[in-house]
């Protein structure tokens, strides 16, 4: 089956890779799973294999907890947690302090994937925001317990963690499942586990028929999920906020499905009949050919063929079915296959804001090491540029999640429209070659020495501009770009004087005076790469 455009054949096989794996395609792989692997970790998963390499980032490893900062935080102390803390009574106060914990969640959120280990963490845990699309409540410590909660199941059993996001707190405000009850049933939640959480619609063949589901199934399963309620809101004496069972407030009917479920009937279940439900949800092998086609537009190409829905989404479906619905089979049979590696889809997705930001920061060991109000002020201000860019981590625009992952047929070229890409390249020069972000006399931006430090030969120029473009680009440049890149990195002069520049550099890195001609020329030559089209890409 021929590539479109350069007569090769393009491998659709989900047996393992077995060609060549060098730093190519080791940097394809983390680029894909991290927000900005180093050249090291190039190097070190060149060095540990594939396999190897595949079972370091499919762990999740242990975080800990959004701290106090803000002054307006009056209850819990100054570097503790507030997660199990009360609000105070005052109405006035009670906003001052949830406004404080927005901004430490976000701040530790965003911490988190400048921090972060080789693990594919945090790229997982952002499928599942953006998966099930809710955005903060009004009370950080329900939004902290669900955002935790999609991180702690990111690689576990999908199914399961279906039901748990159906009673969490944070869900239950966001789709009006608390409010759901006999009296006055609300469709919200029953509609979007369908359509967009679980089945999907599929092509309308009837009225209120959508292939997979019909209206019918969204009215019972909105019966079906009546009767839970969240207590603990902004409360000054409970220390969480939780979600109940009341039998009362439940529709004690039996539940007919349609035709697309085998008409099962559901007889009353009380709190557990949400789970019985979803489980006959989840006997339809669609479920798991609708996730792992957005797991495929996530991590490897938007372009869903005939041939991709053939050969690849029907395997790593068949998977999920044979690991009753877990994920992490799914995505190590993913990583580990010919087709991941395929030439045509390196560089197919362009960067969203946080992969773009993050890669300008973790690639060059750029991480918030001032004192905690500082961190988290940093990482606040970072997630402004992502929300500037069309990305705010705490707020999808829709329960959808953002257009990017999931509308046709532009997906994530979605992320360079005429409003964001100018942003993007200004953004770029203001994090390299300007003082960046600004929290009173720190600065926050590209930490071009320790960059230029970790490469694999600094004293060597072109090896420098080979390392530049391996971290920042899938498919490399053109020479005439290198020959610009470099001529940057020189200033035009003979290699010779880079060696002594560099060198004196490396002899007194302390004094400024030799330092910073270094930083500056690097500095210089980022942000040309970075105003580069392959650089948004990944």
Known sequence: MPDQGNGNEISYLMTPYTGPWTKVEAAHLLRRTMFGPTNQQMLDAVTNGMAATVTSLLQMPAVGQPLTFHPDETIAAFGTTWINSVYPTDTLISQQVETARLFSLAGYQYERMNKEPLSI???????????????????????YDYYELLRSQALGNFKQLVKDVTINPNMLLFLNGASNNVFSPNENFARELLELFTIGKGPQIGIGDYTNYTEQDVAEGAKILTGYWVDGLRSDTITNVTSSFNALLHDATTKTLSAHFGNASIPNGGATEYSNYIDIIFQQNEVAKFICRKLYRYFVNYDLTATVETLVITEMANTMIANNYDVLPVLTELFSSDHFYDVSVRGALIKGPLDLLYSMFNATSTQTNFDLATDYEMQNNVYWLSETL?????????????????????????WVNATHLKSRFDIAT?????????????????????????????????????DMIDVFTPKSVNA???????????????????????????????????????????????????????????
């Open 430 to 466: 203001w994090l390299t070659i300007l003082p960046g972000i600004t929290v009173n006399t720190d600065f926050f931006k590209v930490d071009a020495l320790t960059f230029l430090d970790n490469l694999s030969d600094p004293i060597n120029p072109n090896t420098v501009i080979d």
């Open 480 to 538: 005439t770009q290198k020959i610009i890149l470099k001529a940057i990195l020189t200033n035009s002069l003979p290699d010779s004087e880079w060696i002594i520049q560099y060198s004196q550099y490396i002899g007194d890195p302390n004094n400024s005076a030799v330092s910073d001609p270094v930083r500056q020329r690097v500095e210089l030559t980022l942000n040309r790469l970075f105003q580069m089209p392959e650089f948004h890409t990944m």
């Open 121 to 143: 963490g945090e790229k997982m845990t952002l499928f599942w925001v953006n998966h099930f699309g809710a955005t903060a409540t009004f009370d950080s410590r329900a939004s």
């Open 390 to 414: 069309g990305q705010s981590y705490l707020e999808p625009p829709n329960v959808a999640g953002w257009p990017a992952y999931y509308q046709e047929p532009s997906y994530s070229k979605l």
